[in-house]
């Protein structure tokens, strides 16, 4: 579970949330499939409609230009992005996402990342903390608009009832081009790691490690 900290200025976030506006919510359970749908509570845009579309494109190239959420999630194929209204006494209850979905553009993904990216100041509603659970036991975030959290896919996972004011947020899923969680942390520190280095030698073997380790383990 990664937080990441402005991928959207704010002048960037009321833009989204002004073209939020104009775009029609409807019942999120229509996009929830088996036991999902009987613990979510919310509304959402409809991913063909154009404007939703020109706002995931928006969003997508935010995140595309971090260059943490690009070396954590080296992404191969995006789903179509939704984004999510909860009202008060919404929630999305304890539940996991599909292994595949439907791919951007067309076709199927396996959904090894998922992310939320956060459009709400967090003055400005209660509760809606997305909760992920792991062996160290569940995490909360409830970051500043503009933040993102990315988790594996694979986590059971909530977001918490909202109590009071509005929560607004885009969530997607991501198939990587690197499968296994390990080997992308190992290609992480590297990456970390190559970045601290001067540019000469010590650089240009790192260079080599995380492309010959990404030969190893990525699938294009």
């Not at 190239?61 to 080296?74: C, G, I, S, Y």
């Not at 909860?86 to 304890?94: E, I, M, Q, T």
């Not at 988790?151 to 997607?172: D, F, I, M, N, S």
Request: net charge neutral.
């Amino acid at each position: 579970m990664l937080t990441l900290s402005d991928v959207l200025p704010q002048d960037d976030v009321r833009r989204v949330r002004e073209g939020l506006a104009n775009l029609t919510f409807r019942d999120g359970r229509a996009t929830a499939l088996g036991s999902a749908r009987q613990v979510k509570s919310n509304r959402q845009t409809q991913a063909s409609e154009a404007g939703t579309q020109a706002l995931a494109r928006f969003v997508r190239q935010a995140l595309e230009r971090h260059p943490v959420f690009m070396a954590w999630a080296r992404p191969a194929r995006w789903s179509n992005l939704i984004f999510s209204r909860y009202a008060p006494g919404d929630a999305y209850g304890l539940h996991t996402d599909a292994p595949f979905m439907e791919a951007e553009g067309g076709g199927r993904l396996r959904t090894d990342l998922s992310f939320t990216l956060f459009l709400s100041p967090v003055e400005t509603y209660q509760g809606g903390a997305l909760e992920v659970h792991g062996p160290e036991g569940a995490r909360q975030a409830r970051p500043e608009a503009g933040s993102a959290v990315i988790y594996a896919t694979g986590a059971l996972h909530q977001v918490t009832p909202v109590t009071k004011g509005e929560r607004l947020a885009c969530v997607g899923w991501i198939e990587s081009q690197v499968r296994r969680a390990d080997e992308r942390e190992v290609l992480f520190d590297l990456e970390r790691l190559r970045a601290s280095l001067p540019d000469g030698e010590a650089r240009l073997t790192a260079d080599k490690a995380i492309g010959t380790l990404l030969r190893m383990w990525g699938e294009v």
